[in-house]
């Protein structure tokens, strides 16, 4: 029996689990037989201890197989051996050398079971059967997510409390505890202790501050902080992401798709955020770096959505959506919650035309996480190309509730009453000209204010504007709009000059090579095409986000 058990457990150890599932299956038999029958016993005979150690070991085997059904099955096995384990009858000194696997263990293992399965209430329930000192600090975390994901926030704080108690460095917990609203000076008197015995404790203190302001909303003091962090760890995986996301969130697209594009490139295995690039390059329709993402992500497991989200923003660009829609679909599959794969479903629904279903992911994203802009940005699309400037309204009302007062969202709200009666035009204006007080670099205010304004034949005002933001930005819509608004005032030798910016920055730009053309035409002594002036003020209203 010893030496058939050290066998077993040897093939364990060497991760051979094919050969595993033949043996133990093969060991269990015979021992069932012995044990009915009364046969062979001094062949094989196993105390109830090796048996339940068996059943770990054959749960294993179908969990490394994925084999999750199965898996749960053997893992329950054992569990239900370890209640009914009596004194053994040979010596205790005997069972010295036969190392158990914990219940925690185990009940651990079908935790994970039951999360792959999507089964939350059955994962809570086998980990709240441990009493609260069988309870390791992995479990606790485990508690504690699984308590949050179903709104049972009380106890998702006592959790993350608990995990905090035995390991002060756990971040995670902290960052978790901050979101459930636990005020900073609580859980830092839970880590007080050990941050105390470390001499050079500064750049946890920092990092967790950053967390703070991240929580807080705080964007603009958060990227602040991550500058200075950056001198204390250069060039850090987590800090460029970080700081990538927080840029993300605040609105700030250019920057955080630099900061991605720099860290995914230097760093082809970090997965976490290649969604929220995906969406970026999207939006900016650049094909060749998505497809470079995609191809990056081909390596990596399928059993995660980030893959999945970035084929599908490739199949959207590509004029592919059916594939896309199958695509974003295995992602939500993986992960219902999926903030971007039910943004990139609610893109894909709104180019197929179908704006009810696509408002409702866009509802379902911004229920998930509501301080993200995206679904703001996307819902607020959806609204407009409907025609229903009520609900793009009230959306971007929503965003300047849950958010507060950014540059993006001042936009979002001066943009959706830009599509209003004259009165809400007026108030548009205000606050466009708020957004772009707030962030002189944020050209997407400029671009409706401009439209709005040179609507009202104030072109002077318009080229005031556009110069002022050049002077830190330059892009070719920017160019254009200008070159627009100086033809518009009779100056075209300095029209045709933005034109040809513009065109330089970007050559696909038709709307600067129409105005190039409509200049030449009224330097020759043409007349000016006065429907080329309004499609491009409705154009400079119209334009989206990002």
């Known amino acids: ?168 460095l756990s971040v995670e917990a902290a960052r978790n505890l901050m979101k459930l609203g636990v005020q900073r000076l609580n859980i830092a008197t839970l880590m007080l202790n050990t941050l105390q015995s470390i001499n050079d404790e500064d750049w946890l203190i920092g990092w967790i501050n950053i967390q703070q302001q991240i929580n807080d909303s705080d964007w603009m003091s958060a990227l ?28 700030q697209y250019p920057q955080a798709k630099l900061r991605w594009q720099q860290l995914f490139d230097g760093h082809p295995l970090v997965i976490k955020n290649t969604d929220k690039l995906a969406y970026l390059l999207l939006k900016d329709k650049d094909q060749v770096a998505l497809s470079r993402l995609c191809t990056q992500l081909g390596d990596v497991s399928s059993d995660i959505p980030e893959p999945w989200i970035a084929n599908s923003a490739h199949c959207i660009l590509t004029n592919r959506n059916s594939d896309a829609v199958n695509l974003i679909d295995k992602a939500i599959a993986l992960e219902p919650k999926s903030y971007t794969a039910n943004i990139m479903k609610g893109i894909a629904m709104n180019i197929k035309g179908a704006l009810a279903v696509s408002k409702k992911y866009f509802r379902d994203a911004l229920r998930y996480c509501p301080t993200r802009l995206d679904a703001y940005h996307e819902s607020l699309k959806s609204a407009l190309k409907g025609g229903h400037v009520k609900d793009a309204i009230a959306v971007a009302d929503l965003a300047l509730k849950y958010i507060g007062q950014t540059p993006s969202t001042l936009y979002m709200y001066g943009k959706a ?94 709307k600067a090579k129409e105005g190039l053309e409509q200049t030449e035409k009224k330097m020759d002594g043409n007349s000016l095409d006065e429907s080329f002036i309004a499609q491009s003020l409705d154009q400079s209203v119209e334009v989206s986000y990002g």
């Not at 004259?422 to 400029?446: C, G, M, N, R, W």
């Not at 009202?456 to 608004?485: F, M, P, V, W, Y």
Request: charged share 25%; hydrophobic share 35%; aromatic share 8%.
């Open 1 to 168: 029996m010893a030496k058939v058990y050290e066998e077993i457990k040897k093939l364990h150890t060497e991760n051979l689990f094919d050969d595993l599932k033949i043996v133990i299956s093969l060991a269990l038999s015979r021992h069932a037989n012995v044990s009915l029958n009364g046969n062979g016993c001094n062949v094989m005979s196993f105390t109830p201890y090796h048996i339940y150690q068996l059943h770990v070991y054959y749960a294993d085997s179908w969990y490394e197989s994925q084999d999750y059904t199965r898996a749960e099955r053997h893992y329950k096995d054992a569990l239900g051996l370890k209640r009914a384990f009596r004194r053994p009858s040979e010596p205790s000194e005997k069972l010295t050398n036969l190392e158990l696997t914990s219940e925690a263990t185990v009940r651990y293992k079908l935790y994970k079971i039951y999360s792959k399965l999507k089964q939350p209430k059955s994962a809570i329930s086998v980990l709240e059967a441990l009493s609260t000192k069988e309870r390791t600090p992995g479990i606790n975390m485990a508690l504690g997510d699984l308590y949050r994901e179903e709104g049972m926030d009380r106890s998702a704080i006592t959790s993350y409390k608990e995990v905090l108690r035995c390991c002060p």
């Open 224 to 251: 602040g902080k991550i500058r200075s962090f950056e001198k204390i760890c250069p060039r850090n995986v987590d800090v460029w992401n970080t700081q990538a996301d927080v840029h993300y969130m605040y609105g």
């Open 417 to 510: 009453l830009s599509h209003g009666d004259q009165k809400q035009k007026s108030k548009a204006k205000v606050f466009l000209e708020k957004s772009i007080q707030a962030d002189s670099s944020f050209v997407y205010p400029v671009y409706t204010l401009v439209g709005l304004i040179s609507k009202q034949d104030k072109h002077r005002k318009a080229i005031h504007i556009l110069e002022s933001c050049l002077k830190d930005n330059s892009t070719s819509k920017l160019h254009q709009l200008l070159g627009n608004s100086l033809l518009e005032v009779g100056e075209r030798a300095r029209a045709m000059h933005h034109y040809n910016i513009a065109l330089n920055l970007d050559p696909s730009n038709k």
